[in-house]
């Protein structure tokens, strides 16, 4: 059984940083694409960046040249390191992992980033 888990989040103010953090733990023998989406309230969950398995990158217009997503496939995290945050960046970020030959995706359970203006 796969689980994954977040950490990192937190109460920071305009123009802060912060950096977010997700582990993956059970069997796993190969890890696809990964990712960090977030949901704000009252909104649909939209992504934020996501890195394939070969580091190609993709993020969000709206978190461009602020936030930047990596990955250690040796330690089976993925990583959101998010600088410059606005008021707007408030949100539950989950992590996101393809995991396996037949790719099924797992989510973490979330944590919360408030930014302060």
């Known amino acids: 059984q796969v689980q994954l888990v977040e950490s990192g989040g937190g109460l920071v103010q305009a123009g802060g940083s912060l950096r977010l953090s997700c582990a993956a733990s059970?069997?796993?023998?190969?890890?696809?694409?990964m990712g960090w989406y977030r949901q704000a309230p009252g909104k649909q969950r939209e992504l934020v960046a996501t890195i394939t398995s070969g580091n190609s990158t993709n993020y969000a217009d709206s978190v461009k040249g602020r936030f930047t997503i990596s990955r250690d496939n040796a330690k089976k995290k993925v990583y959101l390191q998010m600088n410059s945050l606005k008021p707007e960046d408030t949100a539950v970020y989950y992590c996101?992992?393809?995991?396996?030959?037949?790719?099924?995706?797992?989510w973490g359970q979330g944590t919360q980033v408030t930014v302060s203006s």
């Open positions: 996101q992992m393809v995991i396996g030959i037949t790719g099924v995706h797992y």
């Open positions: 059970g069997s796993i023998f190969s890890l696809n694409a």
